[in-house]
């Protein structure tokens, strides 16, 4: 592959993925300062020629997400005065994206608000990995590459072999991304009823399907507190599940989740590092991280040698 005008980038928010990416790419990481001011503002400069380059700006939006929404402007437009020819914006977490439509009165499309500030910025294109919403890709006014964690999680769970196993999607708005994962591991599907009272806050109604008897596997998206996801499996069990296990592409992980997952009846959270986990994350033995570098890596190289990207869905 012919590097000489690939540059990558990152900022403070998952740096170890950006690394992780170049050593499979064979490209070193982008020398840029990133500091901040006594009042908080973020500093920033590029520390090497851009000028003619293709480059990619590693930056999941994860929390906190003002700040690395900010870092990412940042760099995006310091790259831009600087004359690189193309820029990438890589959020393998796009964050912001839970308010993709106005669903009550008065409130803003926050999604819709951060693509506008990424265009705005100089980003030529982005490549971003299980997004909330799909239609958040038609938001954009520039390509958009959308890539799936799916085929690294099911990989991972061919491997366990789970016996009697049920596939479950936590919402009706997940079944598409579940009927996924049970195709590919041969097991049935079923869907949790819930009703969300309040932002954060989710009442199990009841579950579509049987799991009686059953190992279950639970498909999402985001983690973020684990409330709903905790109730969800203490559900499952109370209709008869045997074990209980939980997937999902982006761990939020905020607030008590942690501690939630770690108290639950979950056999084990399998998540990827699109989002940097904390500490306390990462020392929690019920959760497990799958790196996604390899396939980030993959989009990157056929972006930069303008080869077909679909090519990895298959």
Known sequence: MQTDRLKIFTGNANRPLAEEICAHLNVPLGQCLVKRFSDG???????????????????PTSNPGDRHLMELLLMVDALKRASAERITAVMPYYGYARQDRKDKPRVPISSKLVADLLTAAGANRALTMDLHAPQIQG??????????A??????????????????????????ERARFFAKNLAAPLAIVDKRREEV?????????????????????????????????????????????WATASHAVLSGPSVQRV???????????????????????????????AELMARAIQSIHEETSVSRLFL
């Open 41 to 59: 503002e973020v500093y920033l400069q590029i520390l090497e020629n851009v000028r003619g380059a293709d480059v990619f700006v590693v930056q």
């Open 139 to 148: 938001f954009f006014n520039i390509p958009v590459d959308h890539l799936f």
């Open 150 to 175: 799916t085929p690294v999680l099911v990989e991972y769970f061919q491997r366990l072999a789970l016996p009697d196993l049920t596939v479950v999607s936590p919402d009706a708005g997940g079944v």
């Open 200 to 244: 954060n806050v989710a009442e199990v109604m009841h579950v579509i399907g049987d799991v009686s008897g059953r190992t279950v596997l639970i498909v999402d998206d985001i983690v973020d507190t684990a409330g709903t996801l905790v109730k969800n499996a203490e559900a499952l069990l109370h209709r008869g599940a045997k074990k209980v």
């Open 262 to 292: 770690t108290e639950s009846k979950l056999e084990e959270l399998v998540v990827t590092n699109s989002i940097l986990l904390s500490p306390e994350a990462r020392q929690c033995k019920k959760i497990k991280a799958l790196s996604i």
